[in-house]
């Protein structure tokens, strides 16, 4: 599912919708540029999904940990990482198990140590707006996407 153009109001509201539909578990990339709108996307999403403290950008702690609807949602930031070493001391493997939410900006930094994702979230500047691409990995990341589009009324529309 692919947009162009969006304000800010119209990406939050996207990953709004996705929060809405999506499941408790999963594991979704977001990539992009400096400044794409990844942490955007990722506090839009946790809030649609009742995250209600502050969203801080785990750029310093590489993870932020919410509790969401007796389950967690683990935001990760991995730009500053050097290699995918570095990884370790998060106990990515524990992680998984819990059957979480996994939501990683720059993984890319952790090629090979992170497993593959149900959906990457793919954001480009263009200009002041940002274009938005959402790709489903698997069968899980699939439905979410097809919820999306038959359950969301309001919807920004989409290029494609
Ligand atoms: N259409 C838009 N969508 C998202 N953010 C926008 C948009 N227009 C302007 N912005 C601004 O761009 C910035 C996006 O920052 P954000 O932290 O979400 O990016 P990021 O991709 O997480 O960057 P980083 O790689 O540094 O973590 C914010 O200051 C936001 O207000
Ligand atoms: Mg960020």
Not at 51 to 77: C, F, M, Q, W
């Amino acid at each position: 599912m692919n947009w162009s153009g969006l304000d800010e109001a119209a990406l939050a509201g996207v990953a709004q919708a996705l929060g809405r539909v999506m499941g408790s578990s999963g594991i979704v990339y977001l990539e992009g540029d400096l400044g794409a709108g990844k942490s955007t996307f990722v506090r839009a999403l946790l809030g649609a999904r009742g995250v209600g403290e502050r969203i801080k950008s785990p750029t310093y702690s590489l993870i932020e940990t919410y509790p969401v609807a007796g389950n967690s949602a683990h935001h990760l930031d991995l730009y500053r990482i050097a290699n995918a070493d570095e990884l370790e001391w998060l106990g990515l493997p524990d992680l998984l198990d819990e059957s979480t939410l996994l939501l990683v900006e720059w993984p890319e930094r952790a090629a090979g140590a992170l497993p593959p994702p149900d959906l990457r979230v793919l954001l480009q500047h263009a200009g002041s707006r940002r274009d938005l691409a959402l790709e489903s990995c698997t069968a899980t990341a699939g439905k979410w996407l097809s919820d999306l589009e038959m359950n969301t009324p309001g919807l920004p529309s989409r290029s494609c």
